[in-house]
């Protein structure tokens, strides 16, 4: 089936590493992704992986993948308040680009 | 600004109506896609498009209807409104409808059925 679980808040000091977990169940996503949403917008696609890796590093983003475990992470590093968002983990079973959402992690960043 | 627009912005209407929510991809990205997010069901796929064909499909209800035009816009209609219909409504494209095609996101549209 297709089912993509994270948990719902999170909350940390800024200067502090953030992360952030899913798990999804589908094994044929060749694609994990990250997308950002914050207050009134819509969603911007921060990072993915491809499922043959097991880490990618983007600046402050490093992306961690258990393909055994079907455990995806996302670490934001120094987190600052303008991380403050909620963020999507995301599948895409099969080969036509749907995305499967997570519910969605709430990032809360405390100056 | 992702280059994918929505419109309208915000619709409020009654229960039992029908309305049209519209989307233009950027500009030379022939994939659509549809996706609900509510408070109940998180975010959800609706439905794909890729050059004015249907290509995957979702927990799209009966009641909702969509469509690419040759001009690559696409509009999802959405009859016999309930009030859990209320969500925001988000379009988004891609170059293809394949999973390594980043999709581009909308803005969204608010509906709200009272």
């Known amino acids: 089936g297709e089912d993509v679980e994270q948990s719902l808040f999170l909350s940390v000091r800024e200067g502090d590493s953030s992360v952030i977990n899913c798990t999804y169940t589908d094994s044929s996503s060749t694609y994990l992704y990250w997308y950002k949403q914050e207050p009134g917008a819509g969603l911007q696609l921060l990072t993915y992986?491809?499922?043959?890796?097991d880490m990618k590093q983007d600046q402050r983003l490093t992306v961690l993948l258990n393909k055994k475990d079907k455990h995806l992470s996302l670490r934001i590093a120094d987190t600052q308040t303008g991380d403050s968002a909620i963020y999507f983990c995301a599948e895409s079973p099969g080969n036509t680009g749907k995305l499967i959402f997570g519910q969605g992690t709430t990032l809360q960043v405390k100056p | 600004d992702s280059g994918v627009t929505q419109t309208p912005k915000h619709l409020i209407t009654a229960t039992g109506q029908r309305v049209t929510l519209r989307c233009s991809p950027r500009s030379g990205d022939l994939s659509v896609y549809w996706y609900q997010q509510s408070l109940d069901q998180g975010l959800q796929f609706l439905i794909q498009?890729?050059?004015?064909?249907?290509?995957a499909k979702g927990n799209i209800l009966e009641r909702f209807s969509a469509q690419q035009f040759p001009d690559l816009h696409s509009e999802l209609n959405l009859s016999s409104l309930e009030l859990g219909d209320s969500a925001l409504y988000f379009c988004?494209?891609?170059?293809?409808?394949?999973?390594?095609?980043?999709?581009?996101f909308g803005p969204g549209t608010r509906l709200t059925v009272l």
């Open positions: 992986i491809f499922s043959n890796m």
């Open positions: 988004a494209s891609s170059v293809g409808g394949l999973p390594n095609n980043e999709q581009f």
């Open positions: 498009y890729y050059n004015g064909e249907e290509r």
